[in-house]
């Protein structure tokens, strides 16, 4: 389960943070997490709760952000959503693709307190 691992290092970030600012504690916290991150959203979830007790996190509000996938195909230059990885384009079927969004995982804003 690498979502606790993914959870313990947002956590160091808020620390660090929190402190940079001089403050205590953090109000609101909010992620981008694209649909493509390989992020179990429900294990996500799951291991906040213990991870962030007792921390700058702890009484925090947690927001996400959802970042749906976005490929550009390679052969007939569609942009398309992707829901996976490897589908297809819908235009042409090739599988070549770039990934334009949906890989994010990120903390964009901090709310100190």
């Not at 313990?8 to 402190?19: C, Q, R």
């Not at 403050?23 to 709760?49: P, Q, T």
């Not at 991870?51 to 230059?77: S, Y």
Request: proline share 3%; with cysteine; net charge negative.
């Amino acid at each position: 389960m690498h979502e606790l691992s993914i959870v313990m290092g947002i956590l160091k970030i808020a620390e660090t943070e929190t402190k940079k600012a001089g403050a205590k504690s953090v109000d609101l916290i909010e992620l981008e997490i694209g649909n493509l991150a390989g992020i179990e959203l429900d294990a996500l979830d799951f291991v906040w709760s213990g991870v962030v007790k007792d921390t700058v996190l702890e009484n925090a509000t947690k927001k996400i952000d959802h970042i749906q996938g976005k490929a550009q195909c390679m052969e007939c230059d569609c942009i398309f959503p992707l829901d996976h990885v490897y589908d297809p384009c819908p235009d042409c079927q090739n599988y070549l693709k770039g990934i334009l969004q949906g890989k994010e995982l990120r903390i964009k804003a901090l709310e100190v307190i």
